[in-house]
């Protein structure tokens, strides 16, 4: 899923030194104009609202204080998404202590269960995705949306690719099932 920063009408170099300078206006306007598309991003990590807008907030701070960082002509979208999923690892690192799952437990489940998915609002499938344990959260989302590879993901979470492909497995088996909790209570 690609979102769109949207950066004010001068040039986005006169902008990264007003932000760079720390000049409220720039800070209000980038935080303004990108809240809602990266706290959708934040929302997938998180395993609740409050979470989510902890690594929003963060990400802000960081974005704000490494902004000089920041190289002209480069994907301004690209350096605050990689900021804001960083965010989200590290607070996944800090907060959970990773349960390493025996991958011969580990089984393939494939859902056919799209009548169900479509009848649920974002929000209802995205609170779905928040009750998965956060070590299946956080590789769920890097791999199906951010589309990251397994060995990318093994890095960047610092476990076993062998334990990435369990974790996806795992989340996909348990989001199907509580999807068709989900789709059972709508009927």
């Keep these: 899923m690609d979102i769109a920063i949207q950066l004010p009408k001068q040039s986005e170099s006169d902008f990264i030194l007003a932000l760079i300078n720390h000049e409220r206006w720039a800070q209000k306007q980038l935080y303004e104009s990108n809240y809602s598309c990266l706290l959708a991003i934040a929302m997938r990590y998180a395993g609740n609202n409050e979470d989510a807008f902890d690594i929003l907030h963060e990400s802000f701070i960081k974005i704000f204080n490494n902004i000089h960082k920041y190289k002209i002509d480069t ?29 011969d437990q580990a089984y393939y489940l494939s859902t056919d269960i799209p009548d169900a998915v479509s009848k649920m609002s974002s ?65």
């Excluded at 690209?78 to 900021?83: E, P, T, V």
């Excluded at 804001?84 to 025996?102: G, P, Q, S």
């Design 75 to 103: 994907s301004f979208t690209a350096w605050i998404k990689r900021i804001l999923i960083n965010t989200a690892i590290d607070f996944y690192r800090k907060e959970i202590k990773r349960k390493v799952e025996d991958l």
């Design 123 to 187: 929000e209802e499938i995205m609170q779905a995705m928040q009750q998965l344990p956060p070590s299946y959260r956080s590789v769920f989302n890097l791999f199906v949306i951010e589309g990251y590879s397994h060995r990318d993901i093994s890095k960047m979470l610092g476990i076993n690719e062998s334990t990435c492909r369990s974790n996806l497995v795992k989340a996909r088996a348990r989001l199907k099932t509580i999807l068709l909790a989900l789709d059972s209570g709508l009927r």
